[in-house]
C-alpha cells in the first residue's frame, strides 16, 4: 500500500485527533429544548454522542409567520480538542475520510 499523504496544514495530526468521525458527520441526539411563548421562537440543543459538541438552534414558531419553522440563528459549542488551528482544507478532509475508512476496514463489525 502507498504511503499516507502528508496533511498541508502542520498543526493537523489526523493520527492524533480525538474526533477523526465526527470531521465527517456527527450523530446528533436531543439534548434541551424550550418555547419562549412571548417571543414565539424555540430553542433547541443537541449534542453529538461521539464528541459532545453541541448544537444551539433558535428556531421561528409564530404561526402567523411567513417563516415559521425556519432557522435563525445557529451556533456551535466545540468540545475540548476539536478546532484546529488554521483549520481543515479539502485535502486534509480527505486524509480523515481515508483514515476513517481504513479503520472500517479493519473492524469486526464491517467484516462478513
Not at 493537523?12 to 450523530?27: A, D, L, S
Request: charged share 25%.
Amino acid at each position: 500500500m502507498a504511503k499516507t499523504p502528508k496533511p498541508n496544514n502542520p498543526h493537523f495530526h489526523p493520527e492524533n485527533y480525538p474526533y477523526p468521525y465526527c470531521r465527517e458527520q456527527h450523530v446528533w441526539k436531543p439534548y434541551d429544548a424550550a418555547i419562549d411563548k412571548r417571543a414565539k421562537k424555540g430553542y433547541r440543543i443537541r449534542q453529538c454522542e461521539n464528541c459532545s459538541m453541541k448544537i444551539h438552534t433558535v428556531i421561528e414558531l409564530d404561526p402567523v409567520s411567513d417563516e415559521y419553522g425556519r432557522v435563525l440563528k445557529r451556533y456551535y459549542h466545540q468540545p475540548n480538542g476539536y478546532h484546529i488551528k488554521g483549520g481543515i482544507d479539502w485535502h486534509d478532509r480527505a486524509l480523515l475520510v481515508a483514515m476513517n475508512f481504513m479503520a472500517e476496514l479493519q473492524s469486526p463489525e464491517t467484516e462478513s
